[in-house]
T-cell receptor, first 113, second 112 residues
Framework: DSGVTQTPKHLITATGQRVTLRCSPRSGDLSVYWYQQSLDQGLQFLIQYYNGEERAKGNILERFSAQQFPDLHSELNLSSLELGDSALYFC????????????FGPGTRLTVL | SQQGEEDPQALSIQEGENATMNCSYKTSINNLQWYRQNSGRGLVHLILIRSNEREKHSGRLRVTLDTSKKSSSLLITASRAADTASYFCATVRDSGTYKYIFGTGTRLKVLA
C-alpha cells in the first residue's frame, strides 16, 4: 500500500459526460501528479501540482482540468468525454520536488461507452 | 515523443536467470528512475539513479546509467516468478518544463 488513495476505483459513463476523479496523497507529500495510461499510448504525464499550485503540465487536453486543494487532495475533471478517454488514470505523490520518487495510487479505471 | 524507450518490449526467462532491460532517452536528465507495475495496478518505485552516478544497487537490482549514450539498464538477478511485471524507466529533465517521461515498458515474464 503506497499510502495514496484514489476514488472511485471504476467509473463507467457515456460520451459527452463529465467526471471527477479524486486523489489523496501520502501524508506529508506536497506534490501530486496525474497520469493517463492507455494501451496504445502508454503512461502519459498530465499535470503536476505542488502545494496547491500548478507546477508542470504534460499532455493534458483542454477538456481536462485539475486542482489541488488546501488539504492537498487533488481532483482531475474530465469533460465532454470521448471513447478515447477510456483509460486508467493514476495519481502519484511525492514529498516535495519533482526530483524525488513518486508513490502511485491504485488508479481509477474509466470506461466511456 | 516519449523520452524513454525500453528494450526489449517483452522478455521471458526461467526462474533463477537474470533479466536485463534497457532504457534510452533523448535529452539531458536530472535523474532516471525505474518502476514496476503489476497488471492493471499502480506503479511501484524501484530505484533512482542521479545523472552523476554510474551504478546503483538495491537488493537483487542493479542499475547502470551512461549519460554519454543516454541509456540505462536494469538488471534483476536470480529472478523469481513474483518478478513477473512490466518495468518502466522514467526520466526527469534537468531544465525546461519539469516533467516525468515514462518509457513504453518491458513486460517481463518469469517462468517457474
Amino acid at each position: 500500500d503506497s499510502g495514496v488513495t484514489q476514488t472511485p476505483k471504476h467509473l463507467i459513463t457515456a460520451t459527452g459526460q463529465r467526471v471527477t476523479l479524486r486523489c489523496s496523497p501520502r501524508s506529508g507529500d506536497l506534490s501530486v501528479y496525474w497520469y493517463q495510461q492507455s494501451l496504445d499510448q502508454g503512461l502519459q504525464f498530465l499535470i503536476q501540482y505542488y502545494n496547491g499550485e500548478e507546477r508542470a503540465k504534460g499532455n493534458i487536453l483542454e477538456r481536462f482540468s485539475a486542482q489541488q486543494f488546501p488539504d492537498l487532495h487533488s481532483e482531475l475533471n474530465l469533460s465532454s468525454l470521448e471513447l478515447g478517454d477510456s483509460a486508467l488514470y493514476f495519481c502519484a505523490s511525492s514529498r516535495d520536488h519533482i526530483y524525488n520518487e513518486q508513490f502511485f495510487g491504485p488508479g481509477t479505471r474509466l470506461t466511456v461507452l | 515523443s516519449q523520452q524513454g524507450e525500453e528494450d526489449p518490449q517483452a522478455l521471458s526467462i526461467q526462474e533463477g536467470e537474470n533479466a536485463t532491460m534497457n532504457c534510452s532517452y533523448k535529452t539531458s536528465i536530472n535523474n532516471l528512475q525505474w518502476y514496476r507495475q503489476n497488471s492493471g495496478r499502480g506503479l511501484v518505485h524501484l530505484i533512482l539513479i542521479r545523472s552523476n552516478e554510474r551504478e546503483k544497487h538495491s537488493g537483487r537490482l542493479r542499475v547502470t546509467l551512461d549519460t554519454s549514450k543516454k541509456s540505462s539498464s536494469l538488471l534483476i538477478t536470480a529472478s523469481r516468478a513474483a518478478d513477473t511485471a512490466s518495468y518502466f524507466c522514467a526520466t526527469v529533465r534537468d531544465s525546461g518544463t519539469y516533467k516525468y517521461i515514462f518509457g513504453t515498458g518491458t513486460r517481463l515474464k518469469v517462468l517457474a
